[in-house]
């Protein structure tokens, strides 16, 4: 064993034996990731999958009893990069983990705890759904749920719109009052706790669904013409925010992954059980945001945007988080091996 350390300290010591990837906390991430430049870095992850010069690969899972493993992951070679990230989800919790990879040599530039990250990606895609397809002068934006996504997606939409108030509801009277007075500290925005989630959507230009809820929390029946709605929630078939009346009157649907969506959106595949036409009405984003497909095209219409949360997301935040590292000098350099694939790839 010792032996072993020793040979081990050595190659460590031979920079000509190593390479180094940085490492990143969670409270690191968060530290160097704003919200205004995240939003900026994942729409254009979505203009790259809409030109073709980006691939995303659905999240996949593996159950067993008491846990399931997810993995989802994107190359990006308008960037030079690919990632990966992966997390296992138990009744005690989820550890969230992400490997940035370089397209030039494979090389692992960059290892982070990956909690904070999607939260933030998250939040920034609605960013970009709210910038290309609510109406501009949307100022009042519904929140329906008060954990930890609804705090990102307040964030986000601030960013991109002139909001002016926020009003929340979640089953918690206790938290939603508490989640009004921190988030209005935080945007310097009024946000009002609504005593229901019809209350909330009432006279709102965005509404947002950010629950893990199986059953539809947003109806129909409160949408008026020119709401933009931002799903976050449905990202499993089980779970639904959105009654079918919702869905049937939005007259633009978009996914940040059609794809994805075929697999684990809960709220279009209820419609799809229902044996109502729904594919042939799912646009995405990215073909919006490379000026492929239209966003918005009258102020009347009902917008809905499904979002997943896909690698491409994931990826951009962490090249953007990358480049913040090393110009902050943050981190910590693991040294790995070199070298060893190439060897390999020689003897065969």
């Not at 940085?22 to 979505?46: I, P, Q």
């Not at 008060?146 to 108030?165: D, F, K, M, N």
């Not at 230009?205 to 129909?220: K, Q």
């Not at 990202?235 to 049937?248: G, K």
Request: glycine share 8%; proline share 3%; hydrophobic share 45%.
């Amino acid at each position: 064993m010792q032996e072993i350390l020793r040979g081990t300290l050595r190659r460590w010591a031979n920079p000509a034996d190593t390479v180094m990837a940085l490492l990143l906390t969670e409270a690191e991430v968060a530290e160097l990731l704003s919200m205004g430049e995240l939003v900026e870095a994942v729409e254009r992850g979505f203009r790259c999958l809409g030109e073709g010069t980006a691939r995303n690969t659905p999240r996949s899972r593996s159950t067993v009893p008491e846990a399931t493993l997810h993995v989802m992951h994107a190359s990006v070679p308008a960037l030079g990069v690919a990632g990966v990230k992966s997390y296992a989800s138990t009744p005690k919790g989820a550890r969230f983990v992400a490997i940035m990879f370089s397209l030039a040599d494979g090389e692992p530039l960059l290892i982070a705890e990956a909690d904070r990250l999607g939260q933030m990606r998250t939040g920034a895609a609605s960013g970009v759904a709210t910038r290309y397809l609510s109406r501009e002068e949307s100022s009042t934006v519904a929140l329906i749920g008060t954990g930890w996504q609804a705090r990102s997606q307040a964030e986000a939409i601030a960013c991109v719109r002139p909001i002016s108030l926020f009003k929340v509801f979640g089953l918690s009277a206790e938290r939603r009052e508490a989640f009004a007075v921190e988030m209005s500290a935080k945007l310097k925005v009024r946000v009002e706790a609504a005593g229901s989630a019809e209350e909330a959507v009432e006279g709102s230009d965005v509404v947002v669904t950010a629950t893990n809820s199986r059953e539809p929390v947003l109806r129909g029946a409160w949408l008026r013409p020119g709401v933009h709605i931002n799903a976050i929630g449905s990202n499993a078939a089980s779970r639904r925010e959105l009654d079918a009346e919702a869905v049937r009157r939005s007259d633009l649907i978009v996914a940040d992954s059609v794809e994805q969506a075929r697999i684990e959106c809960g709220d279009l595949l209820a419609s799809e059980l229902a044996n109502e036409s729904i594919w042939d009405r799912v646009g995405e984003m990215g073909a919006i945001v490379a000026g492929r497909a239209p966003g918005r095209r009258r102020d009347a219409e009902i917008t809905l945007f499904e979002s997943q949360g896909i690698a491409t997301e994931d990826v951009m935040a962490l090249e953007l988080l990358y480049r913040r590292a090393k110009s902050a000098g943050t981190g910590r350099q693991i040294p790995l091996s070199a070298g060893l694939a190439a060897a390999r790839r020689d003897r065969q």
